[in-house]
């Protein structure tokens, strides 16, 4: 399986950007598609995910109210719209995918998820 995603780039505070990260090579829809961010010096986080019916979302408390997730499953592919970027939003993103079903209490989890794409650098800068 990979992962490959786009979208990031440079805005200035205030602004918005949508990333997009398409999952190749597996057999079906992956249960769980997300979205984590890692600054510099600081340990990847939990940013978003939805669930393969779309039912269930859930969203960082940092991000909530300004980012949405969505997916396309006959594709393969999770967004991330960003809307009222900060500074501290800075950090590259990664989308990651998860199988199975997991319990709510893991969703944040990074070492839950099965596989990772290679980041995107979203920069948050005036």
């Known amino acids: 399986v990979q992962l490959q995603a786009s979208g990031g780039g440079l805005v200035q505070p205030g602004g918005s950007l949508r990333l997009s990260c398409a999952a190749s090579g597996g057999t079906s829809s992956f249960w769980h598609m997300g979205w984590f961010r890692q600054a510099p010096g600081k340990e990847r986080e939990f940013v978003a995910q939805m669930s393969r019916s779309g039912g269930h979302t859930a969203f960082s408390e940092s991000v909530k109210g300004r980012f949405t997730i969505s997916r396309d499953n006959a594709k393969n592919t999770v967004y991330l719209q960003m809307n009222m970027l900060k500074p501290a939003d800075t950090g590259v993103y990664y989308c990651?995918?998860?199988?199975?079903?997991?319990?709510?209490?893991?969703?944040?989890?990074?070492?839950?998820?099965?596989?990772w794409g290679q980041g995107t650098l979203v920069t948050v800068s005036s």
């Open positions: 990651a995918v998860r199988a199975s079903r997991l319990v709510l209490s893991a969703l944040r989890d990074p070492n839950q998820y099965d596989y």
